[in-house]
């Protein structure tokens, strides 16, 4: 089984900064692409950044220049560095990865459990 765990939200004031992480771990044999969406209430779920297994990073228009993702191959971890917040980056971010289980060598799509970021004063 492979499981995503995150960590990293919380509340924080406007112009305030937070990162977020999510840890892989189970029987992976590798993990190529990872993101991370978020969903505010009343509203659809969005890519908020996405990195490849080489390092090749995207990002949504609202966030570029604000919002750095990086990952820890070695680790088996995302991360995602979020200055300059602003109250509507408030949402439940969820962690993404397109993991190839060690037990069945195709590519399944995992995600987190969620964590809460509210940005408010």
């Known amino acids: 089984q492979v499981q995503l765990v995150e960590s990293g939200g919380g509340l924080v004031q406007p112009g305030g900064s937070l990162r977020l992480s999510c840890a892989a771990s189970?029987?992976?044999?590798?993990?190529?692409?990872m993101g991370w969406y978020r969903q505010a209430p009343g509203k659809q779920r969005e890519l908020v950044a996405a990195?490849?297994?080489?390092?090749?990073?995207n990002y949504a228009d609202s966030v570029k220049g604000r919002f750095t993702i990086s990952r820890d191959n070695a680790k088996n971890t995302v991360y995602l560095q979020m200055n300059s917040l602003k109250p509507e980056d408030t949402a439940v971010y969820y962690c993404?990865?397109?993991?190839?289980?060690?037990?069945?060598?195709?590519?399944?799509?995992?995600w987190g459990q969620g964590t809460q970021v509210t940005v408010s004063s």
């Open positions: 189970g029987s992976i044999f590798s993990i190529n692409a």
């Open positions: 990195i490849t297994s080489g390092g090749s990073t």
């Open positions: 993404n990865a397109k993991v190839v289980p060690s037990t069945v060598l195709s590519e399944y799509n995992y």
